[in-house]
């Protein structure tokens, strides 16, 4: 008697549009065992789970397990793309079978491994299974690309800013609270020349949260400010530069074309200012270094510039924020020049010495920047996954067709992976904070010792024994950078 095992699996879209559970698919193949007069050894049984691969079933696994074990020679299922649907992991299943000497049964093809034709026609069922998927795939993207020039949005759980959508609902509405704030960044943009990161710290300051998180940022800034939903259009395709376009959308603009368009040429036409994967110990004067004019803390600035042998070098410095805003005369000054008058200002005090009981306070402040962004992405995925239990409601209800269902349930799922992918990128910690300061050996006397320091070696010290440096550079004085004051930790 044949010890046979049952393998029985269907996803949540399966079991919604076909309609077929697994307590049907087992009752018919134990039916079909006792026909066959074989023995049940166990049945197997992935719920709620795609078959596009083997490695995430937890069931197909201790199936195959079993087989090597021998405690199984013949397998049953209901269909070929219940076992799998890659022609890859059919083949070596099948591989497997015959290795382990074990039968393979299909109960809806009438598959037998056992015999040359059985086998090659599961090869041939597999390739179509496969090919099924992928044109699944396919006819989904065509029916977004549809949606989208149709003038529908494909956004999923959570509207662009400044937008609401009911569920069952096909077109966007405006959220008037949150449009007044969109209408107040482009303003703070052209009209204030505020900066990204100084309207992010405006609404922060204002206790005006995004949809998404907890704070702005200089991303999502300038998200709104690169949106054309805001005039009126939908986007395709935002992460693909050759399939990307836009339509015209059924939903009311926010602002008008021209204050958008005046955005996207103001944005063109600005300095890069910004490095790229800069390595943080390169300004390790930021944090510590102050405006002596206005007192606000000094931010890094950096400008792309090409030298005589046209190689791209960054020219790194330091400004103040309240130049943009017309309430500081402070110019902005290189990196060289405040080490510079840092060094001549630390070499005028007598008797400088560090003491080591100081303790940085800026470490952990660091420390909580991975935490605080983990947090944000985890919660962005637990709403997404109740967008998804939404979703199979409002089908089964019959308040959305299956069509509409599958395009949002993939946008949905795609933008769940996307957070998930973020938060396995997210950096453990800094390679700066690893660094172990060991006082005696790094500096007894700063005089003796700046000098032979590397980058992360200043930056360590900076912001484990420096408070506050001020610092000033006006026009009037020639740009001649001045050291004004230096404020140690625990002076």
Not at 74 to 91: A, E, G, M, P
Not at 186 to 197: P, Q, R, T, V
Not at 237 to 252: I, N, S, V, W
């Given at each position: 008697?044949?010890?046979?095992?049952?393998?029985?699996?269907?996803?949540?879209?399966?079991?919604?549009?076909?309609?077929?559970?697994?307590?049907?698919?087992?009752?018919?193949?134990?039916?079909?065992?006792?026909?066959?007069?074989?023995?049940?050894?166990?049945?197997?049984?992935d719920e709620g789970i795609s078959g596009k691969n083997i490695s995430d079933r937890p069931a197909i696994n201790e199936l195959i397990d079993?087989?090597?074990?021998?405690?199984?020679?013949?397998?049953?299922?209901?269909?070929?793309?219940?076992?799998?649907?890659?022609?890859?992991?059919?083949?070596?299943?099948?591989?497997?079978f015959n290795n382990a000497k074990?039968?393979?049964?299909?109960?809806?093809?009438?598959i037998d491994t056992q015999t040359a034709s059985g086998r090659m026609f599961l090869k041939i069922i597999g390739i179509f299974a496969e090919f099924e998927r992928e044109n699944t795939i396919e006819r989904v993207k065509l029916a977004c690309e549809k949606k989208v020039k149709e003038g529908f949005t494909l956004a999923g759980s959570t509207m662009s800013y400044g937008y609401d959508r009911e569920n069952g609902e096909k077109v966007q509405t405006i959220n008037h609270e949150e449009a007044k704030i969109v209408r107040e960044v482009?303003?703070?943009?052209?009209?204030?020349?505020?900066?990204?990161?100084g309207i992010a710290r405006n609404l922060n300051h204002r206790g005006i949260k995004p949809k998404r998180g907890e704070a702005w940022h200089h991303a999502s800034i300038r998200g709104i400010l690169t949106n054309s939903t805001y005039i009126g259009k939908v986007?395709?395709?935002?992460?693909?530069?050759?399939?990307?376009?836009?339509?015209?959308?059924?939903?009311?603009p926010i602002i008008s074309e021209e204050i958008f368009y005046s955005a996207q040429k103001k944005?063109?036409?600005?300095?890069?200012?910004?490095?790229?994967?800069?390595?943080?110990?390169?300004?390790?004067?930021?944090?510590?270094?102050?405006?002596?004019?206005?007192?606000?803390?000094?931010?890094?600035?950096?400008?792309?510039?090409?030298?005589?042998?046209?190689?791209?070098?960054?020219?790194?410095?330091?400004?103040?924020?309240?130049i943009s805003k017309g309430l500081c005369k402070t110019s902005r000054f290189s990196h060289a020049k405040i080490e510079n008058a840092f060094e001549e200002y630390m070499d005028d005090i007598?008797?400088?010495?560090?003491?080591?009981?100081?303790?940085?306070?800026?470490?952990?402040?660091?420390?909580?920047?991975?935490?605080?962004?983990?947090e944000e992405y985890e919660n962005a995925i637990v709403k997404l996954m109740k967008r998804e239990k939404e979703l199979m409601n409002l089908y089964i209800g019959e308040r959305i067709s299956f069509e509409d269902y599958e395009q949002m349930i993939t946008i949905t799922r795609n933008e769940k992976n996307t957070y998930a992918d973020q938060i396995i990128n997210l950096p453990l910690d800094e390679e700066a904070d690893e660094i172990e300061l060991l006082v005696d050996d790094i500096v007894t006397n700063f005089r003796d010792n700046w000098q032979a320091l590397t980058n992360s070696e200043k930056m360590q010290f900076l912001h484990n024994y420096i408070e506050q440096i001020m610092a000033s550079s006006k026009k009037e004085e020639g740009y001649q950078v001045k050291v004004l004051n230096v404020k140690f930790q625990g002076g």
């Open positions: 008697m044949l010890n046979t095992a049952i393998y029985v699996r269907v996803s949540t879209d399966e079991q919604a549009k076909e309609g077929y559970s697994i307590r049907a698919q087992i009752d018919k193949l134990k039916n079909y065992i006792e026909i066959k007069d074989w023995g049940l050894y166990k049945v197997y049984a079993d087989i090597k074990s021998g405690k199984v020679n013949n397998v049953l299922v209901y269909k070929i793309d219940r076992l799998t649907r890659s022609t890859k992991d059919l083949i070596e299943l099948t591989e497997l074990c039968g393979f049964n299909s109960l809806m093809e009438s482009y303003s703070m943009y052209l009209d204030g020349n505020m900066s990204y990161a986007r395709y395709a935002l992460d693909d530069e050759e399939r990307y376009f836009e339509a015209d959308g059924k939903h009311e944005m063109g036409n600005l300095k890069r200012v910004a490095y790229t994967k800069r390595p943080k110990e390169d300004n390790y004067f930021c944090g510590v270094l102050y405006c002596a004019e206005c007192g606000a803390r000094m931010q890094t600035n950096g400008e792309y510039k090409v030298n005589s042998k046209g190689e791209k070098i960054v020219s790194r410095g330091y400004r103040c924020p309240n007598e008797d400088f010495t560090v003491t080591p009981e100081i303790l940085p306070e800026e470490q952990s402040k660091r420390e909580n920047i991975n935490a605080l962004l983990r």
